[in-house]
């Protein structure tokens, strides 16, 4: 365990919360801070004027040591020096955080072994302390259009460096909910177009999306939403945007209450394309509203595409593991010899999620593998291993009693056509304690079957989003 007392803080919050956190990370670390104070208070007592005037030297330490120092967490102690005073005076500041903990020595300098330094009890309580001082949204981001390079202009935000203090400062209760609109405002409306592209223009939206799982009360909450899943979706669909898979992943934190309207829009949208990548991300994004299931349970009863009607029974039942509909339609999707195996390999994995009729289901997956243990010598594509091996895992998630799937995941495990998927299984039976008897593979895949792996992923993804 890296940082017990960490944990120990946590644990506190949590049972004093009667099971209950704070709904942002920032007001989490708030009580975290509060809570330091009385658990050092009976070693080392401190007055509330105190603890407020540590906080605030602690925060442009931290603030000014991220924005300028090259070792942003390994602080020199002249340097704290010019925000703490020295340790040796009375009432030093330095010294009060070195007693508490805030601060620890960690070392010296690597070129100079008589300067020592010190580090924050944890980097995010740095990161925590900083946000404090940091009183007007255009220290992230002062954008001057005619003139970027000049002096006062700021585009810390689109810095790796500064994105978790942005989203610490977006959750605290001592940033000013107008100062937090401001910021995100301009963030939605900034522009910087070079030639067509405006690829600081999505960063910054994108910063603004990421931003409202601190900020859920932001007024143009929905208007970000909208333009995630449109970017999201309709790029994807066109091939038109590299930025539409981080739009996508934004989507995985956000409140499902508000992607719920656009969502179930675009599941009836009259274009199939839409409908398609609609259908695939409401199972990713886990939105289980009753107007998402409603959408979706009718792209599978209308829609002429079987690809969109597989993706479609898939994520219904992700997000609803009890759905009926979803079960039939998934055990009708797992195929015969002469069907394609590529689409049901979904259908085989998701259906270990089911929650009922799981008798029903563990015997269509037993018939779906069943044949080929039958006919051991049978040639199989690529697709149909695949099928097969999602089919005996599922099986076994779901009765990990019945045995019948072992066999066939021992003769994959010799015969696969690809040596990663070998050792994959080989290890998958290894962590079940299942023998592998005969299997003669190499430990370690090579750099080549890697490679052919990685390779068959990007052509099945390619065929996922063209058909």
Same mark, same amino acid.
């Given at each position: ?257 508000? =992607? ?6 675009? %599941?009836?949208? $009259? /274009? *199939?394309? !839409? ?5 695939? +991300? ?82 269509? =997956? ?6 080929? %243990?039958?006919? $051991? /010598? *049978?040639? !199989? ?5 695949? +099928? ?80």
């Amino acid at each position: 365990m890296k940082n017990p007392l960490r944990l120990t803080l946590l644990c506190f919050n949590w049972y004093l919360g009667n099971g209950e956190l704070p709904e942002t990370k920032a007001r989490l670390y708030e009580q975290f801070v509060e809570d330091f104070y009385v658990w050092k208070q009976e070693q080392f007592p401190t007055t509330i004027e105190q603890r407020t005037q540590l906080n605030r030297a602690l925060g442009e330490l931290a603030r000014e040591a991220i924005d300028k120092e090259d070792n942003r967490f390994q602080l020199r102690h002249d340097f704290i020096c010019q925000f703490l005073g020295v340790p040796e005076e009375d009432g030093s500041l330095f010294q009060l955080a070195l007693n508490l903990g805030w601060l620890n020595k960690i070392g010296v300098e690597e070129n100079n072994r008589r300067q020592t330094v010190y580090a924050f009890f944890h980097p995010t309580f740095q990161e925590f302390f900083a946000t404090l001082t940091i009183n007007d949204w255009h220290f992230f981001l002062n954008h001057t259009p005619s003139n970027p390079l000049q002096p006062d202009s700021s585009y810390r935000i689109f810095e790796q460096t500064w994105r978790e203090i942005f989203l610490l400062w977006l959750g605290s209760s001592y940033t000013p909910d107008t100062q937090k609109e401001e910021l995100l405002n301009a963030l939605m409306n900034f522009e910087n177009r070079f030639g067509e592209h405006d690829f600081y223009g999505y960063r910054a939206k994108l910063l603004a999306a990421s931003g409202l799982s601190e900020f859920q009360e932001f007024s143009k909450t929905q208007d970000i939403v909208d333009w995630i899943l449109n970017l999201s979706i309709r790029q994807i669909a066109t091939f038109n945007n590299p930025f539409a898979n981080a739009a996508r992943n934004h989507l995985k934190n956000m409140p499902e209450e508000i =992607l719920s309207d656009t969502l179930a829009m675009l %599941l009836r949208a $009259e /274009n *199939s394309n !839409l409908q398609h990548e609609a259908a695939k +991300l409401a199972g990713e994004v886990k939105c289980s509203t009753p107007k998402v299931i409603d959408a979706l349970t009718d792209l599978v009863l209308t829609t002429q595409f079987t690809d969109t009607r597989c993706d479609a029974l898939c994520s219904l039942l992700e997000i609803d593991p009890a759905n009926r509909i979803a079960i039939d339609g998934l055990i009708q999707t797992l195929p015969s010899r002469d069907m394609d195996a590529a689409l049901a390999i979904p259908a085989a994995q998701v259906l270990r999620h089911a929650e009922v009729e799981q008798e029903r289901v563990a015997q269509a =997956l037993e018939q779906c593998i069943q044949p080929y %243990l039958l006919e $051991e /010598n *049978s040639i !199989l594509f690529p697709p149909q291993e695949d +099928l097969i091996c999602a089919a005996a895992f599922s099986l076994l998630k779901i009765h990990p009693e019945n045995k019948s799937s072992i066999p066939v995941l021992q003769l994959l495990a010799q015969n696969h056509s690809f040596q990663i998927q070998r050792f994959q299984i080989s290890k998958a039976l290894e962590r079940m304690g299942v023998e592998n008897i005969g299997t003669e593979i190499s430990t370690i895949p090579t750099n080549q079957e890697i490679l052919e792996a990685a390779f068959i992923e990007k052509i099945s993804a390619l065929r996922d989003l063209v058909c």
